[in-house]
């Protein structure tokens, strides 16, 4: 059996730190420029030279999309932005465009370069076609099977590795080439832009009936037709890690460091579990799916795994997400009284019980003690987001534990 990769996404260096470590084994980011999140607050160019050198002090590698569409008026930034790259030495570079591959191959050809899900990868011979070209890695089309997996395992090269999404939001679109964003709003999901009109609600206009709107209903029940569950292969390991997949790779470089965490946290347990023992595995199901099932979430669906998805992959009736737990800050700094200096994301209030989230898998209901401004002031409550804070939790926390509150 091939020991696997947990590859996890960050959207800041914050959220790199958590998850590095919570879990992961290597994290992939994207920078200013040519990935396919513009939304994402991404890293500048030195955030990425902190980020790298936090990672590999860890001993977690870091792996930089360049994988947008390119078109002629991007090449010539795509150049210079390569030659920054070659200076940062991040592990690996995730690529979709063969133009922009073909400058990677020429500008900086000691980094590895990984194939993007977006080059449609669904067949061994193209996982072959891109190794003879000098890739490392494929990333595998969200459209196939475990079994196609196994079968691509089995008519590749021994080195040549595969990297495959096991868990998070699931593209409407043909391996996410979609085009409703630029149309409908002329933001391009392909440059970095999409808007996600998958989950917005639709209804019908009769030609000569405007204003008229009739809803859409798919089988009585709603109107969200384009809005997929989420994927989630949490209760599936056994047959993850069996069918010869390198690197197991989390979606979500949008999403916050609780979800982060949560997520990495729990894949490495269930992986680690797994790997000592299938029986363990077995036993721990029900704390992966608790854990699980604290993220935000659209339900969850094993997506294109055990074949061609039926309508139950869909959410019908709305586009909110599921959510157990609020994300409150983590743990930046404990000072000489045991405080725990944190960023508030969201409002808490002293006498309210609240969990600490540690990598190894203990959650903490403690209660908040004492809350402190950056002055020195006792106060009740902060009223403002990001506002920074010293909180007395009775001392039972480390730097990076992740402060949350329970919704349910």
């Given at each position: 059996?091939?020991?696997?990769?947990?590859?996890v996404?960050?959207?800041?260096?914050?959220?790199?730190?958590?998850?590095t470590?919570?879990?992961?084994?290597?994290?992939?980011?994207?920078?200013?420029?040519?990935?396919?999140?513009?939304?994402a607050?991404?890293?500048?160019k030195?955030?990425?030279?902190q980020g790298?050198?936090?990672?590999?002090?860890?001993?977690?590698?870091?792996?930089?999309?360049?994988?947008?569409?390119?078109?002629?008026?991007?090449?010539?930034?795509?150049?210079?932005?390569?030659?920054e790259?070659?200076?940062?030495?991040?592990?690996?570079?995730?690529?979709?465009d063969?133009?922009?591959?073909?400058?990677?191959?020429?500008?900086?050809?000691?980094?590895?370069?990984?194939?993007?899900?977006?080059?449609?990868?669904?067949?061994y011979e193209?996982?072959?076609?891109?190794?003879?070209?000098?890739?490392?890695?494929?990333?595998?089309?969200?459209?196939?099977?475990l079994?196609?997996?196994?079968q691509i395992?089995a008519?590749?090269p021994?080195?040549m590795e595969?990297?495959t999404?096991?868990?998070?939001?699931?593209?409407?679109?043909?391996?996410g080439?979609?085009?409703?964003s630029?149309f409908?709003?002329?933001?391009?999901?392909?440059?970095?832009?999409?808007?996600?009109?998958?989950?917005?609600k639709?209804?019908?206009?009769?030609?000569?009936?405007?204003?008229e709107?009739?809803?859409?209903?798919?089988?009585?029940?709603?109107?969200?037709?384009?809005?997929?569950?989420?994927?989630?292969m949490?209760?599936?390991?056994?047959?993850?890690?069996?069918?010869?997949?390198?690197?197991?790779?989390?979606?979500?470089?949008m999403?916050?460091?609780?979800?982060?965490?949560?997520?990495?946290?729990t894949?490495?347990?269930?992986?680690d579990d797994?790997?000592?023992?299938?029986?363990?595995?077995?036993?721990?199901?029900?704390?992966?799916q608790?854990?699980?099932?604290?993220?935000?979430?659209?339900?969850?669906?094993?997506?294109?795994?055990?074949?061609?998805?039926?309508?139950?992959?869909?959410?019908?009736?709305?586009?909110?997400?599921?959510?157990?737990?609020?994300y409150?800050?983590?743990?930046?700094?404990?000072?000489?009284?045991?405080?725990?200096?944190?960023?508030?994301?969201?409002?808490f209030?002293?006498?309210?019980?609240?969990e600490?989230?540690k990598?190894?898998?203990?959650?903490l209901?403690?209660p908040?003690k004492?809350?402190?401004?950056?002055?020195?002031?006792?106060?009740e409550?902060?009223?403002?987001?990001?506002?920074?804070?010293?909180?007395?939790?009775?001392?039972?926390?480390?730097?990076?534990d992740?402060?949350?509150?329970?919704e349910?």
């Amino acid at each position: 059996m091939r020991k696997p990769e947990l590859l996890v996404p960050a959207s800041s260096l914050e959220v790199l730190k958590i998850a590095t470590v919570f879990g992961a084994d290597a994290v992939y980011i994207g920078g200013e420029a040519f990935g396919l999140r513009a939304k994402a607050r991404n890293f500048s160019k030195e955030e990425m030279a902190q980020g790298i050198a936090f990672a590999h002090k860890h001993g977690v590698k870091v792996y930089v999309t360049v994988n947008i569409l390119a078109h002629n008026y991007d090449l010539a930034g795509v150049r210079e932005y390569l030659k920054e790259l070659k200076e940062l030495k991040p592990d690996a570079l995730i690529i979709a465009d063969p133009g922009i591959y073909t400058y990677a191959k020429e500008i900086c050809p000691e980094i590895e370069r990984h194939i993007s899900t977006q080059a449609n990868n669904t067949n061994y011979e193209t996982y072959r076609f891109w190794y003879n070209l000098g890739a490392k890695r494929v990333v595998s089309a969200r459209e196939l099977s475990l079994e196609e997996i196994r079968q691509i395992r089995a008519n590749i090269p021994e080195d040549m590795e595969i990297e495959t999404f096991i868990h998070g939001a699931m593209c409407i679109s043909y391996s996410g080439r979609c085009l409703l964003s630029n149309f409908l709003v002329g933001r391009d999901a392909n440059q970095g832009a999409c808007t996600h009109p998958c989950r917005w609600k639709y209804s019908i206009v009769e030609e000569s009936r405007p204003g008229e709107y009739m809803p859409v209903y798919e089988n009585e029940r709603g109107t969200y037709i384009f809005n997929s569950k989420d994927l989630c292969m949490i209760e599936h390991m056994d047959d993850v890690l069996t069918s010869g997949i390198d690197s197991l790779k989390i979606e979500g470089r949008m999403k916050t460091a609780l979800y982060v965490a949560t997520v990495a946290r729990t894949y490495r347990k269930a992986i680690d579990d797994y790997l000592e023992d299938p029986a363990k595995y077995q036993a721990n199901m029900s704390w992966y799916q608790e854990q699980i099932a604290g993220c935000t979430y659209r339900k969850f669906t094993t997506g294109f795994f055990y074949g061609k998805p039926n309508q139950e992959a869909q959410i019908y009736d709305n586009n909110t997400y599921e959510k157990g737990y609020t994300y409150l800050g983590f743990a930046e700094a404990i000072d000489e009284r045991g405080y725990v200096q944190i960023t508030q994301r969201n409002k808490f209030t002293v006498g309210e019980i609240i969990e600490i989230m540690k990598p190894d898998g203990t959650n903490l209901q403690v209660p908040v003690k004492a809350i402190y401004d950056e002055e020195g002031n006792s106060v009740e409550s902060a009223p403002h987001p990001q506002q920074k804070l010293f909180v007395d939790l009775g001392g039972e926390v480390q730097v990076y534990d992740i402060l949350r509150r329970s919704e349910g």
